[in-house]
């Protein structure tokens, strides 16, 4: 039992101006396919930033690991005159489909993100106390949040995963790899995102 006295907690705000899970794409911490550490996909090297935080989705990735030199490349499939782009969600990366490096249990599910700003993202969201919406729910990632991970009850338990995460987001060897990111094949069966080259989106 605590003996401190209670004191007046500052509300905490959290604005949402519509940050999409894509933008979190751009750096992604899985699981090494060939030494089971902490590997990192990204954009290939020297590629120009993108103009639309859509276009992540569509260039060519490079998934690496420091720890043993492991080096992989991934491109869009082509479909017709279109590139078949990748499906953010689930607990894999959209790209080479490796679960994801940071994941645990929380509140009987899976937590999951895909780097430390997605950590930093999604606690500023779970521990504030008020929430107002600047811009349409229809894309944005904290709309999109399953009912679990927005619950007042539940933000104990959110506080506490995001934390586990934010520590193995400091990891990267083997034997730091946590007992909940393994293989699921949980990724999202929604349709593919097409980009057709040379036309506006
Ligand atoms: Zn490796």
């Known amino acids: 039992m605590s003996s401190e006295p209670a004191r007046p907690e500052p509300v ?4 949402d101006h519509g940050m999409w899970l894509v933008q979190f794409t751009a750096r992604i911490l899985v ?15 020297g590629l120009a930033a993108p103009k639309y935080f859509s276009a992540l989705l569509f260039l060519p990735r490079r998934l ?15 479909r017709g005159a279109g590139l ?8 894999e990366d959209p790209f080479f489909r490796r679960p994801l490096w940071l994941q645990t249990r929380c509140a009987g599910r899976t937590l999951w993100a895909y780097d430390a ?7 500023a969201y ?5 929430r ?17 991970m927005k619950s007042a009850d539940r933000r104990d338990d959110m506080l506490a995963g995001l934390e586990t995460l934010r520590a ?4 990267s060897r083997p034997a730091d790899r946590s007992d909940a990111a393994h293989e699921r094949g949980d990724h999202p069966r929604h349709h593919d995102s097409i980009l057709f080259r040379g036309g506006a989106y």
């Open 12 to 15: 905490r705000r959290h604005h």
């Open 31 to 45: 699981v090494c396919p060939r030494c089971g550490g902490r590997a990192v996909v990204v954009p290939l090297p």
């Open 64 to 78: 690496s690991c420091a720890g043993c030199g492991a080096v992989a490349d991934w491109t869009a499939d082509e």
């Open 84 to 91: 078949v782009g990748a499906a953010p969600g689930g607990t």
């Open 117 to 123: 700003d997605h950590v930093e993202a999604l606690a």
């Open 126 to 130: 779970v521990g504030a106390r008020l």
């Open 132 to 148: 107002e919406r600047h811009a349409s729910p229809t894309m944005s990632m904290f709309s999109r949040l399953p009912a679990w």
């Open 168 to 171: 193995l987001s400091l990891h």
